[in-house]
């Protein structure tokens, strides 16, 4: 069964510190990894897409990388600001083709606070 | 439009009611993707769109779940018959071509309430 799965479930860190989120997946076969931010009560937004050929990809202070033989991906977030509180969710597209089959994992809830 | 709407962004019902859930895409994408996201969960992938037909419905948990997009652009989400079980954020995306490199673009979401 295709699964996504997140560690930690939830961090507190403070304002202007790092922190690094994990993701692993058993989704058979890999596309493409995409890792999303989601504010409450709001739609996920795209933070980083990578496909299979790629181990690091940056998005401002976001950068998320990813060993396709662990089938681990990680985000990173340096100097982190109040605005970084938001669930990220690691999204994991396998199979060829359409865009539909994606698994999402449960999502890392972050707070950052002064 | 500017993003992806969604119609209402709240809808309370009874069990057994039927409702629908509306959602206006990015103008010219062609592909649309609902989603169901219970709390403290992830999205879970319910049906896909390209252009007016439904390329993947491999996501709907049973019969009573339907989705349509006649012309290609807006799409609704019937639910009959609602259960308790139906409550959660129901999110649309929609994506420039469907293919598995796009990004998906979401709206805010409908929160559906069965009581």
């Known amino acids: 069964k295709n699964q996504v799965e997140q560690s930690p479930q939830s961090l507190i860190i403070l304002e202007g510190k790092n922190c690094t989120l994990q993701c692993n997946y058993t989704v058979s076969p890999f596309s493409n990894l995409r890792w999303y931010k989601q504010d409450t009560g709001r739609g996920p937004v795209s933070l980083t897409i990578?496909?299979?050929?790629?181990n690091t990809k940056s998005n401002g202070r976001y950068t998320a990388t990813l060993d396709a033989d662990t089938k681990q991906s990680s985000l990173h977030i340096t100097a982190s600001q109040l605005s970084d509180s938001a669930s990220y969710i690691c999204v994991v597209s396998g199979g060829t083709g359409t865009a539909s089959k994606l698994t999402f994992g449960t999502g890392t809830r972050l707070q950052v606070t002064l | 439009g500017a993003g992806v709407s969604q119609t209402p962004s709240n809808k309370v019902t009874e069990k057994g009611k039927y409702v629908e859930l509306r959602c206006d895409p990015i103008s010219g994408h062609t592909a649309l993707y609902w989603y169901r996201q219970s709390l403290g969960q992830g999205p879970e992938f319910l049906i896909y769109f390209q252009g007016t037909g439904a390329a993947d419905d491999s996501g709907l948990p049973n019969d009573r779940f339907f989705a349509v997009r006649p012309e290609g652009s807006v799409s609704t989400l019937k639910i009959q018959r609602t259960e308790r079980g139906d409550s959660a954020v129901y999110l649309c995306?929609?994506?420039?071509?469907?293919?598995?490199?796009?990004?998906?673009?979401f709206g805010p979401g409908t929160r559906l309430t069965v009581l």
């Open positions: 995306a929609s994506s420039s071509h469907g293919i598995n490199t796009d990004t998906q673009y």
């Open positions: 990578m496909t299979f050929s790629e």
